[in-house]
Nanobody, 121 residues
């Protein structure tokens, strides 16, 4: 009943910037925390950044100072601004959201399909 769709991925040169978006739609009563994860070839999926409904954020050490997570609650959308990109940032980036579909049900985590980010010259 809930879908998350990422956009904004692509190929960028080292030092460049990209802004990823993830919009949630469907049977949404409210969204608690939202986050971004990434998985590079030959590596385990890792947490990139999370943001609570109140705006509290946390980041992986590898992206602190370069990436910024934000959200627009009115649009059910989470963003990831990525600056000073490095080749090691190359990965499939996926968003997730802890969603309540009604006031009487427990929240469920939904995942987007992922978007490819490639940092290369």
């Amino acid at each position: 009943q809930v879908q998350l769709v990422e956009s904004g991925g692509g190929l960028v040169q080292p030092g460049g910037s990209l802004r990823l978006s993830c919009a949630a739609s469907g049977s949404i009563f409210s969204i608690n925390a939202m986050g971004w994860y990434r998985q590079a070839p030959r590596k385990q999926r890792e947490l990139v950044a999370t943001i609570t409904s109140g705006g509290s954020t946390n980041y992986a050490d590898s992206v602190k100072g370069r990436f910024t997570i934000s959200r627009d609650n009115a649009k059910n959308t989470v963003y990831l601004q990525m600056n000073s990109l490095k080749p090691e940032d190359t990965a499939v980036y996926s968003c997730n959201a802890d969603v309540e579909t009604s006031w009487r049900t427990l929240p469920v985590v939904y995942w987007g399909q992922g978007t490819q980010v490639t940092v290369s010259s």
